[in-house]
């Protein structure tokens, strides 16, 4: 089982509908992660949150919105999304934002279906 | 930009038989190379990683070489198992890291057959 958990594992939704996902590791790891991943595709940085502060933002529209409350959790709150903004939303976190020697862990991830 | 060029897109291999997936990069300030595999409805997982001052890294029956000169690197899964069917992305990260960002190859779908 992987270290990362997300919740919930699949979710469907509308798209006038206000929606989160949440994502938790007890690692210690001091940063976390949301990537987007289509099918047979890699995964696609969203956010990066390095000692709880927002570090990257790879251009998101604002739509999905990124929090971090503690160095445990990681939300993506969801409203007004597109068709094609459903995916795989993965959640990843390493032990330092600028560790050379830090790999991701990966969840496995939330199935979202905006229709 | 920067990218990683994987290959092949997909492989069938028989069991016990040898997989092999390459990647080449065209950034030289990349410094930390990890495969990662993924089973369907699974996130990926670390498979093995190399950095570019070590020519080879044998874990088990996963093996990365290096090609510092062309910038290449390259799996190798020996005794191939069904088991390993999943589909296998290779990656780079930057020398300064850029907040932990890493720019994956577009995967290799691997089926192993009995």
Redesign the interface.
Known sequence: D?E?TQTPKHLVMGMTNKKSLKCEQHMGHR?M?WYKQKA????E?MF?Y?YEKL??NESVPSRFSPECPNSSLLNLHLHALQPEDSALY?C?S?RG?????????????TRLTVT | QQQVKQSPQSLIVQKGGISIINCAYENTAF??F?W?QQFP??????LI?I?PDVSEKKEGRFTISFNKSAKQFSLHIMDSQPGDSA?Y?CAA?GIY??????I????T?LSVKP
């Open positions: 992987t990362v940063a992660y047979k595709k890699p995964p940085l990066v390095s570090s990257i993965l990843a390493s934002g600028q560790g050379r020697n830090s790999p991701l862990h990966f969840g496995n991830g | 410094d930390y990890p990662y409805g699974k996130g990926p997982a670390l990683a950095r589909t992305f990260r890291n850029q907040g932990g960002k890493l994956f190859g577009q995967g779908e």
